[in-house]
């Protein structure tokens, strides 16, 4: 059984054009995410995107939104923690092994919300 929530506030196709907009920049900010791996300012871009539309977006859009910017600030406090492990000399192996698994745990965590985006879930 499926509901479907409709703002009074809004004609339904006006509701339904917007919610197309919102899962389109869902969708285009996972990608830039996953190019921030490669590419990092990317992930910047997403972030702005993301804070920038997450207010007007309807829940399960928001959710995703949402779930980009808690992605990107946990990447930057894994960083800051690694950049704090690399300053000494025995805690640099550890530092690094952080880092691969902090990269694979954000490629991970973005494809997944890229696949409940499309699969229509929040």
């Known amino acids: 059984m499926s509901e479907t929530i409709i703002d009074p506030g ?3 196709s006006q509701a ?5 907009e919102d899962r389109v920049m869902a969708g285009v900010n996972y990608a830039l ?3 921030g791996h490669l590419i990092g ?21 928001r959710s995703h939104y949402e779930y980009q910017i808690h992605t ?3 990447i930057v406090l894994g960083l800051v923690a690694c950049g704090v ?8 192996p550890v530092a690094m ?7 694979v745990w954000a490629l991970v965590r973005t494809v ?11």
């Open 41 to 61: 300012v990317t992930t910047f871009i997403a972030l702005i995107i993301a804070y920038a539309r997450k207010d007007n977006a309807s829940s399960w859009m």
């Open 16 to 20: 339904n054009a917007l919610e197309g």
């Open 97 to 103: 092994l952080v880092l691969a698994v902090l990269w």
């Open 85 to 92: 492990m690399m300053v000494t000399i025995i805690l640099a």
């Open 72 to 74: 990107f600030w946990m």
């Open 112 to 122: 997944f919300g890229l696949v409940r985006l499309l699969q229509g879930r929040g």
């Open 10 to 12: 809004r004609p339904n």
């Open 33 to 35: 995410m996953l190019a």
